[in-house]
């Protein structure tokens, strides 16, 4: 879990453990390999990515089926290459996981915003990852939208097979039970790091937001509001 404000440099972090940005000084391991030392188009089959710059190179036309299937080439487009009907067969078997199986042949751009967040989710675990990278993925959501998807990761991460998987949010609802450490980001700089229920404190969140703020637990959720 990757938690902070606006600016904090969150989704550049994300970045570069996505292997699609390079550091500009000191050294990155993913997955046991060093960036600048391994094939990258090797390496990101091996990660999956949900954010809203792989959204945005989906073609608008694209199906929700496509737009899932074609992260076995690493593409975002279907054009001439083709594909195994196993592979047709678990891009619908993904979106069914997510909720979404009833859109495979809409065009991703008639999607909903929750619709589309779940089909990018299923797109990220086509390849079978080893580490799972979810950018803001309630962004956009409404109550209803962000809980079904707050449930569905939660099922996600406390599965067996489960990919380890980085969660980037600024908002501590989207949070769903199950993580296990956070990652607190001030102005690129790291505030806390730790096991989350010993570093997610009323103390290292109001440093982080630079704001004093109250910190409430229920049920494995987070919420938190201005101290009065």
Known sequence: MVLGPNGAGKTTLLQVAAARLHPTSGAVQILDETLGA?????????????????????????????????????????????????????????????????????????????????????????????????????????LAGRERLVQRTSRLIGAEDAPATVLVTHHLEEIPPGFTHVLMLRDGRTVASGPIDETLTAETLSETFDMPLELHRRDGRFSAFAAS
């Open 38 to 142: 391994v094939d990258v188009f090797e390496l990101r089959p091996r990660i999956g990515l949900c954010s809203n710059a792989v959204a945005g190179s989906l073609p608008e036309r694209e199906t929700a089926l496509n737009a899932v299937v074609t992260a076995a080439y690493g593409v975002t487009g279907r054009w001439r290459e083709e594909y195994e009907r196993l592979d047709e067969r678990r891009a619908f078997e993904l979106l069914d996981a997510w909720g979404v199986s009833t859109a495979f042949d809409r065009p991703f751009s008639s999607l909903s915003e929750g619709e589309r967040k779940r089909v990018q989710i299923a797109r990220a675990l086509m390849t079978d990852p080893e580490l799972l990278l979810l950018d803001e993925p309630g962004a956009g959501l409404d």
